[in-house]
C-alpha cells in the first residue's frame, strides 16, 4: 500500500468501528438503561441525547466509513484491497440508509412529544423503542459488519 492508501483504509476502520460500537452501545446499554429507568426518564434523557449527539466530532465519526472508505477505494484501485474496502463503505453507507430513513425519524417524532409524562410518556416510549431498536440492531450488524470486512481484506491483502 502507499501512505495515502494507508492513511484513508486507517480512518475508515477507525470511524466504522467508532460508529459500530456507538449503535451497538445504544442497543444493548443505552436504550435498555433508559427503558429500566422508567418512561418519564427515558423520554428526556433520549431527547437530551438526541440534540447533543448532533455535533462535529459525532458528524465525522459516523460518516467517516463512507467519506473515507469511498476514498480509500479510490487509492486502493488497483489493489486487491480495494473490493473488501467497497464493501464495507456499501455496508457503511446502508446504515446510515436505514439512520436517515427510520431512526432519525423517530428520534423526531419523540423530540416532537415534548414533556410527557406518565401514560403518555409509557405510550411515546413503547412506540419509539419498538421501531428505533429492531433497526438500530441492524445497522448495528451492519457497520460491525464492515470492520470485519476491513480486518479481513486487511490480513488477506
Do not use: K
Not at 483504509?9 to 470511524?15: A, I
Amino acid at each position: 500500500m502507499d501512505p495515502l492508501q494507508d492513511v484513508l483504509v486507517t480512518l475508515t476502520v477507525v470511524t466504522t468501528g467508532l460508529s459500530a460500537g456507538v449503535l451497538a452501545g445504544f442497543g444493548y446499554a443505552v436504550i435498555p438503561g433508559l427503558t429500566r429507568a422508567g418512561a418519564d426518564v427515558a423520554v428526556v434523557a433520549m431527547q437530551r441525547m438526541n440534540t447533543a449527539i448532533l455535533n462535529p466530532l459525532f458528524a465525522v465519526i459516523f460518516g467517516g466509513g463512507v467519506v473515507f472508505g469511498a476514498l480509500g477505494t479510490w487509492a486502493a484501485w488497483n489493489d486487491g484491497l480495494r473490493w473488501w474496502v467497497l464493501a464495507a463503505t456499501l455496508l457503511t453507507l446502508l446504515g446510515i440508509v436505514i439512520t436517515m430513513t427510520v431512526n432519525v425519524p423517530a428520534n423526531n417524532r419523540l423530540d416532537a412529544a415534548a414533556d410527557v409524562h406518565g401514560t403518555e410518556a409509557d405510550r411515546v416510549w413503547a412506540e419509539f423503542t419498538s421501531v428505533w431498536m429492531p433497526w438500530n440492531i441492524v445497522r448495528s450488524v451492519l457497520t460491525t459488519a464492515a470492520v470485519v470486512v476491513l480486518v479481513v481484506g486487511l490480513l488477506v491483502g
